[in-house]
Each structure stands twice: as C-alpha cells, then as structure tokens.
C-alpha cells in the first residue's frame, strides 16, 4: 500500500468508527465513510488479543497485501479491525474473506484488471 492511502491519525479513527455503522464479516469489521476526495485510504487495525506485536504486525502485512491486489473506488475512508478467529485462517481464506466483504459493500472497481 502507498503511504498516501493509508490512515494513521487517531482522531481519523474515532471519527469513523463513531460516526458510521459497522459491517461484520467473517474475521473484519469493516468501517466505512464515504468523502469528497478523489481518493481512498485504509486504516487497519489488529488488537492485543490476537497476538503479540510480531504476529500483530505480521497479520497486518498480510492485509497490506491482499489489498493491493486489487483496485478500488475512489472517495471513501474505510478501517479494518481485525478479530481473534483470524489465527485459525490461512492467506488465501484471509483473501477470500477480505474480497467477499469488499465486494458486498461495492468498493473493486469492476472493469480493471488485477495485478
């Protein structure tokens, strides 16, 4: 992921989440706010009890990922929390998972190829 789509400020995620209805899916719950830019950014989130800060760090590189697999709308603010079952689940369930949930909140753009 590039620096420019990603969400690191604090306030940004208090705001999203205060302000917007979770969706859940699987092992995510997924934060979405739509905005006025002309582009959009990740924020991702892996709490204490999924690990210690090498396995947190290690399931968020995994997320970096999956996401720049594939191309997205533009206009939109999203963060990813991640829960505990993710330990059970190997990278290509990660990936499935992660693309059914984006793909139920339309956020791939449909007509670009994958990378």
């Known amino acids: 992921m590039k620096k420019i789509n990603i969400l690191k400020k604090n306030e940004d995620f208090n705001r999203i989440i205060k302000n917007n209805k979770p969706f859940k899916y699987k092992d995510y719950v997924i934060y979405l706010e739509k905005n006025t830019n002309d582009i959009y950014k ?15 760090n290690k399931y968020k590189r995994r997320l970096k990922n999956i996401i720049d697999k594939k191309t997205y709308q533009n206009n939109f603010n999203c963060i990813i929390i991640v829960s505990k079952g993710i330990l059970d689940r190997s990278f290509e369930e990660m ?20 990378k």
Do not use: M, Y
């Not at 990740?42 to 947190?56: D, E, I, P, Q, W």
């Open 95 to 114: 990936e499935d998972n992660l693309f059914k949930a984006f793909e139920k909140l339309n956020l791939i753009k449909e007509n670009h190829n994958e």
């Open 42 to 56: 990740f924020g991702l989130s892996v709490g204490k009890k999924v690990g210690n800060a090498v396995t947190r």
